[in-house]
């Protein structure tokens, strides 16, 4: 019979994803994972597997509990929902913007075939539909609508990697106003 674990996965991967935020895959060293986290190699490598695996698995902790998407499932639906969901990824007192882009920024190459896939990206495209027949769109033209916010959902997220939070805060404000006004 093994020894019983002396740490909670939660914590862990938490604490292994702030370090994975704040420097990447790549520059993130399982030094860095067990100093953070307090676990040591043995532990984290029987746990995970390996650090990809563990980056993987903060990959999905992020989308449960940090990921922009969540203030799309809010009740009620609507705008406000919208403007969270963009204002998401601005960066925040730490200087983080998404630990998706950042991540797929800096770590494409080594990213596991999931976190590719498109399957994410329409679970968010869903959400901000629902968000926007709730906002009283009209049916005609939520496709577009929806592509569009996510794309600029997107967008805004790649330059949150190096832009002041208060000018693209201006970009959110200004690109609602005139997307509520076409719409």
Excluded at 124 to 147: D, P, S, V, Y
Excluded at 152 to 176: I, M, N
Aim: with cysteine.
């Amino acid at each position: 019979m093994g020894r019983p674990k002396l740490f909670d996965r939660k914590d862990v991967t938490d604490k292994a994803l702030q370090v994975f935020w704040r420097k990447g895959y790549l520059d993130t060293s399982l030094k860095d994972i067990e100093e953070a986290t307090g676990v040591f190699k043995p532990a984290l490598y029987s746990e995970f597997g390996d650090k990809e695996g563990l980056f993987l698995e903060c990959i999905q902790y992020y989308r449960e509990h940090y990921s922009g998407r969540l203030h799309l499932l809010k009740e009620p639906f609507g705008w406000k929902n919208i403007e969270a969901f963009l204002k998401s990824v601005l960066p925040d007192k730490l200087g983080r913007g998404c630990f998706e882009v950042s991540a797929s920024t800096r770590d494409f190459p080594v990213l596991n075939e999931n976190l590719k896939s498109d399957e994410y990206s329409e679970k968010m495209m869903t959400a901000i539909e629902r968000n926007l027949k709730a906002a009283g769109e009209e049916t005609k033209t939520l496709n577009i609508l929806t592509e569009i916010i996510f794309t600029f959902y997107c967008g805004l997220a790649a330059l949150a990697l190096s832009q002041p939070r208060r000018k693209l805060e201006k970009r959110v404000t200004d690109f609602l106003n005139f997307i509520r006004m076409e719409s």
